[in-house]
């Protein structure tokens, strides 16, 4: 019995992704004044930015239900003896500690092994194809979270943002709180380290900060899996993606919209690469 | 009242928090008081009665169970001295009022172990005191005496960085006693019908006009571990609070022990909490029991004020003329401004002292000027400091060189950053002619504008619009995607604008900004990148 794969809806995998290695994506949830939705499946990327874009009110993100959780380990548990879960970083959501608790909801026996990325996007989203790769390959549990483990640090991301205002309304800013109130219009570029929002520079103008995003990218030896993803920006996404095309093969990279609970953190106009690999 | 006072208290709650140096810089004063005066305000509408005393007791007993932190606490021993003072009372008085507030000092200083003047205590005293005075000079007027009452709290805010010298290192006033201001502040605004105007204001911090000697960083560097801070309030009967004050007196700091025989609040910074909590428990039963790590609490402020700028190791200091421009550098995240720039050299000894009064000991200097970098270069050699010059000389290129700055890189490597970055930039300056003259091709009148481009003067003509254009025409637009033109102290806005949008119609490819940039000297000052 092979080892079942699950993570959350941050992890940004594509559906087709999913459904080939079948991984368990649990949902977060999105707030619009008086309608919640469940991420990425009563509401799509397509309809969460046009009602971010039009909507007076302001989205608010929160974490899946126990039950969510303990309903999915169970349905699992009628498949395999020992799942592998793998969560959003901790620092940003108390997701991965509903994941560890919804364990002892369970009735069914079954070794559930909960690991935080701290990372999120498809940061967290490679970590996830790459341990149900090797889960479907036979892999043990204990090879996967050494293998989850080891590739932890070789996932990076660079995030360039129109507003930093989503990010700071929703408390999630860290240390990036450092370029706000500037006086001068700046581009921000932002990464995640250790599971924390931190600031990487402030350019003048998209281009420079799209320019930023390619130079990241180049900057690496060898690139294993990379990622263009974008809210409600698609043209320059699939412009850099025809760039990156030069570095990487154009047909391996994942160009994804993010996943509303994220595109809530972050307002329109973020454009994210993600990448696995070594510098 | 006390509710419009707490609302009032609210707005300012993140600045009083800011204020936070002592006894432990971990800057939640403000919130600490904010929760205690909710408590305080949930606990008054459930008073049996309308009556002053009924309501005082109330509030009392709401602050103390909702008391927080030693602002709070302090906070709620001075309304227990208002609710003893006025325990008789269908109503109150001006006269009822200043007796009160006498009482609530003297309780005030009757809680705390180790009373320290410059804080709260010493705010309380004087508004006491003041209030007395009013009262017996002008009598009755409850409005008069809360004004006397507020007068004097400002005054003693104000006075208390000469009494506690932390305070004054920080360049701080007491954030209790801020708060304390900002309360009877929001009770006398509430006492004038002033409830319109308190929706749309906030409350002003006093600021004192000591500069701070040491930033926030240091002071808190300064002070050592503390161990736990130790809060729960006990409930049990027949309590002896003097008993358990003086039992626990050796135990830890900051002791605060207040309330009655029923219930008692006590605070603590200790080595040993479990020691407290078992002689507690002993006496009664124990109700919202917090304990906290100060290391870590101690930690999270230093994280906080480092938050407040982007270069946590490394200050830069930058050489800036004019209002607007200096923001700009702020904003960025220079740590200290020198004022100078073109006909305004500044002296070594003023970027020296800039350079020193800055908490790190790694300096980049931003010149902005040709004429000042060979100062900057001097100040090297006055002081222990590891000190860079990044040569910038126009506001533009130190724009830039600032903007560049990589929060992942080590002072070295941003040097070469920063360095690399100005080179990327073009500076136009347009200012008048001060006298006539001819420059190769250039025939030029006294104030007359005319252009500069990168320091050489390239350009003339009967308008800084027709100059600047001049300029425009002659540099590959291809490569330019930001325009930002600051506008100097003589130049209207609307010239400026009316030279933007000029520009926007002529290359809608741009991305034009406007900013009023205050410099003398020159109407504007462009950076093309």
Known sequence: MSVKVVTDSVADLPPEVVQELGITVIPLNVRFGQKVYRDGIDLTAEQ?????????????????????????YEKLAGETDEILVIMLSSTLSATYEVAVQSIGLMKHKCRVEVIDSRSAVMAQGFLVIHAARAAAAGATMEELIEMVRRDIPRVDLRAAFDTL????????????????????????????????????????????AIEQLYKFIASYKKIEELAVEEAACPEDADSLTDRLGGLFPKERIYRTKTTPVIGAHTGPGLLLVAVMGDK | MFAAATGWL??????????????????DTGTNMLLTMRSTIEEAYRAPD??????????????????????????????????????????????????????????????????????MLTVIKDVAKAVAAEVASNGRDLVSVMEAAVNAAGESVANTPNLLEVLREAGVVDAGGQGLHTILDGALRYLRGEMEQ???????????????????????????????????????????????????????ES?????????????????????????????????????????????????????????????????????????????????????????MNPSTKDLLQAVEGVASDKVIILPNNKNIIATASQVQSLTEKKIEVVPTTTIPQGVAALLAFDYEADLEANISIMARAISAIKTVEICRAVRSAKLGDLQIRKKQPIGFLDGDLVAVGESALEV????????????????????????????????????????????????????PHYNYIISIE
């Open chain 1, 48 to 72: 969460f930015y046009r009602e971010l874009t039009s909507s007076k009110v302001f989205p608010v993100t929160s974490v899946p239900s126990p039950a969510t959780f303990a309903t999915a």
């Open chain 1, 165 to 208: 205002e989503y990010l700071r309304r929703g408390g999630r800013i860290g240390a990036a709180q450092a370029l706000l109130g500037a006086a001068l219009k700046i581009n921000p570029i932002i990464t995640m380290k250790n599971g924390l929002v931190e600031p990487v520079a402030r350019t003048r103008s998209r281009k420079k």
């Open chain 2, 10 to 27: 609210e707005k300012s709650s993140a600045d009083i928090d800011a204020l936070n140096v002592f006894p432990v810089p971990d800057g």
């Open chain 2, 50 to 119: 309308r009556s002053a005393a009924a309501v005082a007791q109330a509030m009392a007993k709401g602050a103390l169970m909702g008391a927080r932190g030693n602002s709070g606490v302090i906070l709620s021993q001075i309304l227990r001295g208002l609710a003893q003072n006025l325990a008789a009372k269908e109503s109150f008085n001006a006269a009822d009022l200043a007796s009160a507030l006498q009482e609530s000092s003297v309780m005030a200083y009757k809680g705390i172990s180790n009373p320290v003047e410059g804080t």
């Open chain 2, 198 to 252: 308190m929706r749309f204001r906030k409350p002003q911090i006093i600021i004192t006009d000591l500069h701070a000697t040491k930033l926030p960083q240091m002071i808190a560097a300064d002070e050592v571990p503390y161990g736990y801070c130790t809060e729960f309030l006990l409930k049990g009967e027949k309590l002896d609070t003097d008993k358990i004050k003086k039992k626990l007196e050796k135990k830890g």
């Open chain 2, 255 to 343: 002791l605060i022990v207040v309330g009655d025989d029923s219930a008692a609040r006590i605070h603590i910074h200790t080595l040993e909490p479990g020691d407290i909590i078992a002689y507690a428990s002993s006496l009664g039963t124990l109700h919202q029991v917090s304990i906290r790590n100060m290391d870590e609490q101690h930690q999270d402020y230093l994280e906080m004020q480092k938050a407040k700028g982007p270069a946590v190791d490394t200050a830069i200091v930058a050489v800036v003329a004019g209002e607007g421009l200096a923001d700009v550098f702020t904003s960025l995240g220079v740590t200290a401004i020198v004022p100078g720039g073109q006909t």
């Open chain 2, 468 to 519: 600047l254009n001049k300029m425009l025409s002659k540099l590959d637009l291809n490569k330019i995607e930001v325009i930002t033109i600051y506008y100097g102290d003589d130049t209207k806005s609307e010239e400026a604008e009316q030279v933007a949008s000029d520009i926007r119609n002529r290359y809608p490819q741009l991305q034009i900004e406007v900013v009023k940039g205050g410099q």
